[in-house]
């Protein structure tokens, strides 16, 4: 897959863009806060309908002005395709397809498959498990229609249940009617998750090797109360505690993926470098994952990669990603000399652009 040209408006800091791309390597050299990530960003948006790092679609839009365009003319399995992406302050965006609306933005995922790597995946170590339920979630949902189909149809009946425990009458039939529906879409989206981490596992691990020499052993463990449970009877077993506390306690929402250094959790044991080539490693595989399923190469972000890394691991990123087996790919960097490395690999052209204060210059 190979996005040829994209045009911006009123994106975030960027007025007004038409940039043209190279099939392999896009380069966009700035220094921090001159508008790079937000190029990234905008591609992004195209793919998955919604802003990597700002969710609320107005606030996308360039200060003192009351809309943004976004469009790009891709070619996808040899078919040519063109996605436009309109926002306007206080209306509903509008997102088409070769000049058709779509009636439902979640048709459009998975079309235009895209991996991200970018300072905020720090999160996956950090935060949460909804984090990494997320990661998780977004590979599937970029190959399989059904799984993310069957996550809304979850979630609708999760909020619903939830709202039944804050309810001070509610009937006893209408809990049946929701816990039915979590048990019947989360058995779906437990089996499914299962499938994928196991076959993800070994990419991961090979990735890592290669990314730090191999002296680090790495793992990932999935954890799911359907694992342990007839989930259904954990449920209405609960019901009682979870009026009590507000919200409901069992369910794939619950489940969480343990990310392991050496046999234990990274967020604990991992240096700043260790926990970046982890990081960059779930990435990749991620890459590797959806190019198998789609039968052809995402396009990959790398957003500020190298920072914290020593200068062996950044070697062995950049062959990674100057080889055959990626695809098209934007890079950005405030370090002119690691994109210099990278060029030096390639035996074909890159465009290299500059980018201040929101103009952008090749």
């Not at 045009?7 to 220094?31: Q, T, W």
């Not at 990597?52 to 040899?78: A, P, R, W």
Request: glycine content about 6%; charged content about 25%.
């Amino acid at each position: 897959m190979r996005l040829k040209q994209l045009s911006i408006l009123n994106y975030k800091n960027i007025p007004d863009a038409e940039l043209v791309f190279s099939p392999k390597i896009n380069c966009f050299i700035g220094n921090n806060g001159m508008g790079k990530t937000n190029i990234l960003d905008a591609i992004y948006f195209l793919s998955f309908c919604k802003s990597h790092s700002n969710s609320i679609d107005s606030q996308n839009i360039m200060h003192g002005t009351e809309f943004c365009i976004l469009q790009g003319k891709y070619q996808v399995d040899h078919t040519p395709e063109e996605i436009y992406c309109a926002i306007k302050s206080r209306q509903k965006k509008q997102f088409k397809r070769n000049k058709k609306e779509y009636e439902r933005l979640s048709d459009h995922i998975g079309l235009l498959p895209l991996v991200l790597v970018s300072p905020d995946d720090t999160a996956l170590i950090l935060e949460g498990s909804d984090e990494r339920r997320k990661f998780i979630d977004g590979v599937i949902s970029q190959y399989n229609k059904n799984y993310l189909n069957q996550l809304l149809q979850y979630n609708n009946a999760l909020k619903q249940r939830n709202a039944l425990l804050k309810a001070e009458n509610s009937e006893e039939t209408l809990f049946d009617i929701w816990e039915e529906q979590m048990a019947l879409h989360g058995t779906y989206i437990y089996e499914q998750r299962r499938l994928f981490i196991d076959d993800f596992i070994p990419v991961f691990q090979e990735f890592y090797g290669y990314i730090s020499g191999g002296n680090e052993e790495v793992s990932l463990a999935y954890h799911s109360q359907h694992e342990q449970h007839d989930i259904k009877s954990r449920m209405v077993a609960t019901r009682e505690r979870d009026r009590l506390i507000g919200y409901s306690t069992q369910g794939i929402h619950k489940d969480e993926l343990e990310m392991l250094l050496d046999g234990y959790p990274i967020k604990r044991v991992g240096s700043q470098g260790q926990n970046k080539t982890y990081l960059i490693s779930l990435k990749l595989a991620q890459f590797d994952f959806l190019k198998r399923t789609h039968k052809f190469s995402p396009l990959l972000l790398l957003d500020d990669i190298f920072d914290k890394l020593d200068s062996n691991r950044v070697k062995k990123i950049v062959e990674l990603v100057s080889g055959e087996t990626f695809g098209q790919i934007f890079i950005t960097d405030t370090n002119r000399e690691h994109l210099d490395l990278i060029l030096l690999q390639l035996d074909q052209e890159a465009a290299i652009f500059t980018v201040e204060n929101g103009k952008i210059s090749q």
